[in-house]
């Protein structure tokens, strides 16, 4: 058992869309305005006392990345997506580290701030393997797609006239390989940035039983409950663009939720209230908590997380007390 | 205070150009394989019970990232070099901690792995600055580094009719932003890696003393040995393509060292045996830790780790016993 300072451990996640706004280009200005921006509304989570974990999406910048590789593939040797995520992890983190350190200096809060390279176990026989259906990526031409699925063994895709795209595997998160350093970090009070972009994934290789990437995307919000329940957090924070999560969202009978219990939102869930490709994961990464024992949820947006913290915004998830 | 095992902790660091050997085009499996191989020395120090830290460098592949920039600016937002050192400590932190983890689990050695993303500070009125001196990233046409020039305000170098490269300032790096979680994780046992490519150079805003990025290349051995002496190690390695240090190196007269004092390397420095861009700033690295109390230093190359180890390899530099 590590030292722990007592105060319970919140996990916060976000986008990797959360550093790039609408109309702005990503370069690294906008990264550094937007993360100055979300660590600000961070803030009240320390001033609360709360031990912080941060996780974050990686979308565009992944995306970014990938068409680089594309475009210099006869220049320089083009790396495999976990070795991608990797080098999202490091930026962010960085990012993300700087803009909290320089919160916490301006408010003269000693704490410390460390980004840790994640990886993520899944399973080799995991069936999101057999079917990979994460698009990812630049939109080719038909013919350079389908070079690059013969000589490359791509799974690709016709993506509705926008062009063609590669598919990837988005398997389960299993367990994330550094649970006990950020455990132990984030106890002695030091605020921690992990499993970016949902983590690198790797397998066991069949061989060896060693531990091997896999050209895989994981969904961070699902990483993020998986390790919210190997570090004991008590609440696990998902901050998106909405204030709250809605039932029959975008029809006239709309209704915001402000809080539901595990079973209520379980039914909710079976009822189809929450959409595969934005809520859906959301919901079910609080779910997956709070059924592993977490004892709270919140869904909010940052501009809203300091009224949410007091009971007065957001959507909150009550598992057990 | 926090928890010790009681071991004494050594810090390795270890080149970029140790993931690429002669010959090889510098992809993932070469970098895998490479890791692999390093890895594989470092496991004496695991047998030996010393509590360990690893540093590496980046040229080549923040190299590859500087000439991606190039070559994708009308597609892609270009990053600075701040976040490129960042990328590069994600992508090479996975790789040696998936390599380090694979040899502890092949021995069933029950130690953790984990990469911390570092920040390191240095003083914006470094003297440096005034005088950029690294060349750094590809090799342009007078045209395009004047362009450059103009437009991004680099520093430019006519290179001995290579080509055109940017010049940057190297400053020396004052204190690792991380060094207390470095610290204590490696105290707890836990394998680090951090510092790579000699830490994301930052210094204090003059506006509002906030942290901020700067374009700028930290020689790793000497953030190697400020990291060494704020973490209290005993032992501070350099590894390199050679197995010793050597006095009139390339002479007639050329003499392995095995074993030097502080004293008497201070010597051999003032006589100029190391040259600038090789041995020069391991040699340093080792005696300003020796000079800030560590109590000895050791240069040598993977393959007689062990040996060296032993007594019976490499250059043995003491301090303070």
Redesign the interface.
């Known amino acids: 058992m590590?030292?722990t300072n007592g105060r319970p451990i919140v996990l916060v996640a976000m986008g990797g869309h959360a550093f790039i706004q609408r109309g702005e280009?990503?370069?690294?200005r906008d990264h550094e305005k937007n993360a100055v921006g979300i660590c600000a509304s961070l803030m009240t989570l320390i001033e609360r006392d709360y031990n912080l974990v941060v996780t974050h999406g990686n979308g565009p910048q992944v995306g970014?990345l990938l068409?680089?590789?594309e475009?210099?593939q006869d220049?320089?040797?083009?790396?495999?997506l976990?070795?991608l995520v990797?080098?999202?992890?490091?930026?962010l983190?960085?990012?993300l580290?700087?803009a909290l350190?320089?919160h916490l200096?301006?408010r003269q809060i000693k704490r410390?701030?460390?980004?840790?390279?994640t990886?993520v176990l899944v399973e080799r026989d995991d069936p999101a393997f057999q079917n990979p259906s994460k698009p990812i990526g630049p939109f080719l031409t038909q013919e350079q797609a389908e070079e690059r699925r013969d000589r490359l063994g791509w799974k690709i895709l016709d993506d509705a006239g926008r062009g063609w795209r590669r598919l990837v595997a988005s398997p389960r998160p299993v367990r994330v390989?550094?649970r006990?350093?950020i455990r132990?970090?984030a106890r002695?009070g030091?605020i921690v940035?992990a499993c970016g972009g949902g983590g690198?994934p790797?397998v066991r290789r069949q061989a060896?039983?060693?531990?091997?990437?896999v050209e895989a995307v994981i969904d961070k919000d699902l990483t993020s409950s998986v390790l919210a329940a190997e570090i004991g957090a008590e609440l696990l924070i998902i901050l998106t663009d909405v204030p709250q999560v809605y039932v029959h969202y975008g029809k006239p009978e709309q209704k915001a939720l402000g809080a539901v219990t595990l079973e209520e939102i379980e039914r909710l869930q079976a009822e189809g209230h929450f959409a595969k490709g934005s809520m859906g994961p959301k919901v079910e990464a609080i779910v997956n908590f709070l059924k592993a024992g977490g004892k709270r949820g919140l869904i909010t947006s940052p501009a809203r997380l300091a009224d949410a913290m007091d009971g007065r915004a957001g959507t909150h998830f009550i598992g057990k007390i």
């Open positions: 590590s030292e280009k990503g370069d690294i970014n068409l680089q590789n475009l210099t220049n320089v040797p083009s790396m495999p976990d070795v990797a080098n999202t992890e490091g930026f983190g960085y990012v580290q700087q350190l320089n200096r301006g410390y701030v460390v980004t840790m390279i990886q390989v550094q006990l350093m132990d970090s002695a030091h940035v690198i790797i060896d039983n060693d531990y091997e990437g």
